[in-house]
């Protein structure tokens, strides 16, 4: 029988999103943030082994979209954002103890559903197990089986905190909109390679109308 997952999605306050795209995005960083998270929120619920998503957020500009996407919304305490991940693990625990819990960044608008599904399967062999970003510095998803501790190390060069915590690193090939998070402006130029979803494919037509920069057609899922 194939493991379930519980995904806990972290959402900042839109105030303080995607600063490092401020000068490319102008007024429209507020909007490219929730476009972000909702791509992002959409092909995680689009993967078969998900059975939920859970944001944590406290902000109602946000969590509105999120919600209406299918999304079970909890309040960030606001203590940080491993604090913010382990308050929605123990939601998910309470919700569905028998499943998998895992972290997945929210700034993922090129993720595909498939491409998840492989990561979470290769997880689901280990007690805990990451995978870096493309830079292979910071942390796209943590997770564990069920019933393990959840002791996600986001932040900084998380990279190198999740493996000397003990966490596996899941070099699995074919996962690269698992790995590809948007923070600065030649980031998001390679997720617009690889294809955005359609919510911030919509901002970025936008963004660049005279550039004629838009997102090509997604490959299927």
């Known amino acids: 029988m194939s493991i379930r997952w519980s995904l806990v999605i972290p959402v900042k306050t839109l105030v303080a999103a995607k600063t490092r795209l401020a000068a490319a995005t102008g007024p429209h960083r507020t909007r490219l943030a929730v476009a972000v998270a909702s791509d992002t929120v959409a092909a995680a619920l689009s993967c078969p082994p ?9 902000d109602p500009a946000a969590a509105g979209p999120l919600a209406a996407l299918g999304a079970d919304v909890v309040p960030d305490p606001d203590r940080g954002l491993n604090t913010a991940l382990r308050t929605g693990a123990a939601h998910a625990v309470r919700v569905a103890p028998g499943d998998a819990v895992g972290a ?25 197990a990451f995978v870096p970003d493309a830079l292979d510095v910071g942390t796209t998803f ?25 966490a596996k690193e899941l070099g699995v090939p074919g996962i690269d909109s698992v790995r590809r998070d948007v923070d600065t402006p030649d980031d998001l ?33």
Do not use: M, N
Request: proline fraction near 11%.
């Open 104 to 128: 997945l960044q929210a700034d993922l608008p090129a993720l595909r559903p498939t491409e998840l599904a492989v990561a979470l399967e290769a997880a689901a062999e280990f007690d805990q």
């Open 50 to 58: 998900v059975a939920r998503v859970i944001v944590v957020t406290a």
């Open 189 to 221: 130029r390679a997720a617009i390679a690889l294809g955005l979803g359609r919510h911030t494919a919509a901002v970025v037509a936008d963004l660049w109308p005279d550039a004629g920069v838009t997102a090509p057609p997604r490959p299927p899922a």
């Open 142 to 166: 943590y997770g564990v089986r069920p019933g393990r501790p959840f002791a996600p190390r986001f932040g900084g060069e998380s990279r190198a905190k999740h493996l000397a915590g003990g």
